[in-house]
């Protein structure tokens, strides 16, 4: 069955967020009396958002009392530096242009929030160009389950069948099969050494972003 729509997730798999992430965590560690941690410390949790960067960060998780209080300060923080630095990875422009070219869509599923996924995008010149822009707080739940993947398709009108989901996290997999998509691990991304993507259940691995024309024949 040919693909319709190739949806991306945001950060880690289109575009390249990890030192703003970082530099914003880092100001929240400074804020609190503590030392700056490496990128590379930080790097591999830069997809799990507010959850994994103050787990790295803090030794937080959203149990903890204080979680709250210290998620919506460092979004508060990210939100002063989110479009200081970002980049597409290498090879994602001429993998855009050929989806374009081919006469296919394309759109980008993330659970960032859209206060700072459309800013981002439109940073990156690539809101115009999206089939289809969906947030983690567009839906009632956000991956792993199937919500904003779901309604990804109904804004491009797109069968979920017909759909390819390109994602770097286990819960990107896990809400592509659970969409009923084919499924793509970017692991080119944020994966940290206990990442196994090979057991994720995806269709497509690719250590590329332009491996994924060779992959479905674009």
Known sequence: MSIQVILFDLDGTLVDTAPDLGLALNMQRERHGLPALPQATIRPYASHGSRGLLGVGFGLDPEHADFAAMRDEYLDLYDQVFTHSPVMFEGIPEVLAAIESAGMQWGVVTNKPRR?????????????????????????RPKP?????????????????????????????????????????????????????????AQIMIDTPLELLRQISI
């Open 116 to 140: 700072f996924t459309l800013p981002l995008m439109a940073a990156m010149g690539m809101v115009e160009r999206a089939a289809c822009i969906v947030s983690g707080d567009d839906a009632a």
């Open 145 to 201: 389950s199937p919500d904003t993947l779901l309604l990804a398709c109904d804004i491009a009108r797109a069968d979920p069948a017909r759909c390819l989901y390109v994602g770097d996290a286990e819960r990107d997999i896990q809400a592509g099969r659970a969409a009923g998509m084919r499924t793509v691990v970017a692991r080119y991304g944020y994966l940290d050494q206990q990442d196994n993507p090979e057991t994720w259940g």
